[in-house]
């Protein structure tokens, strides 16, 4: 149980382009999902709580504009990077919440050229 | 000061031995703690779950968790080269579990056959 899928694994877009990055939670429902961020050596970093039926919340720093979120439904969030550029190349990671427990999605490497 | 501070290591230990990670916080408003174990580029793995203070035991795993140091520890017995991963800390507040996580740096364990 608890398993999350992301969808793509690996992305690569030109500079200038936008990005939309699944998040699906197979076997339970999630009113809360989250976004993370995590560059090479680091640690995730978390960009913003996605709340179904509502805005999202972005940590501070985080441009809303830049990093679109939709939780269109109890088991499905989305995440579009808008006019990416190189620097936006990253490791995107999702999670969603059961009870208090976060279970994570595999991941997205995006690689903006 | 970081709110979460972790060894990046790498800690390298032969198969066999007992293995030892740790953390320590500065927030004292943290009640949830959690170890995640992450394989190169992948999703973090959800390994051990504590609520406040004290001991928790899963198979070859345990948990502790002292709330007044700050400290937080993960256990692995009979360590198998399987275990070679990333491991994480991560930690939110109390108060229903709608906040993401603050993660520690992670800290890079080898186990030697």
């Known amino acids: 149980g608890a398993v999350v899928s992301q969808h793509p694994s690996r992305v690569i877009c030109k500079s200038g382009t936008s990005v939309k990055i699944e998040c699906r939670s197979l076997?339970?429902?999630?009113?809360?999902m989250f976004w993370y961020r995590q560059f090479p050596k680091q640690s995730l970093m978390l960009m913003a709580t996605?709340?179904?039926?509502?805005?999202?919340?972005?940590e501070q720093g985080v441009e809303k504009d830049k990093f679109l979120i939709n939780h269109a439904s109890l088991t499905l969030s989305t995440l579009t990077v808008t006019s990416a550029h190189p620097e936006d190349s990253s490791f995107y990671i999702c999670?969603?919440?059961?009870?208090?427990?976060?279970?994570f999605g595999p991941g997205t490497r995006l690689t903006v050229l | 000061q970081k709110e979460v501070e972790q060894d990046p290591g790498p800690l390298s230990v032969p198969e066999g031995a007992i293995v030892s990670l740790n953390c320590t916080y500065s927030?004292?408003?943290?009640?949830?703690f959690m170890w995640y174990r992450q394989y190169s580029r992948k999703g973090p793995e959800l390994l051990m779950y504590?609520?406040?203070?004290g001991n928790k035991e899963d198979g070859r795993f345990t948990a502790q968790v002292d709330k007044s140091s700050k400290y937080i520890s993960l256990f692995i017995r009979d360590s198998q080269p399987s275990d070679s991963a990333t491991y994480l800390c991560?930690?939110?507040?109390?108060?229903?579990?709608?906040?993401?996580?603050?993660f520690g740096k992670g800290t890079h364990l080898i186990i030697q056959p």
């Open positions: 504590t609520y406040s203070s």
């Open positions: 076997d339970f429902q999630a009113t809360t």
């Open positions: 991560a930690m939110k507040r109390g108060g229903g579990g709608a906040d993401g996580l603050t």
């Open positions: 927030n004292s408003a943290f009640q949830y």
């Open positions: 999670s969603a919440l059961t009870g208090t427990a976060e279970y």
């Open positions: 996605s709340n179904e039926g509502s805005k999202a919340t972005y």
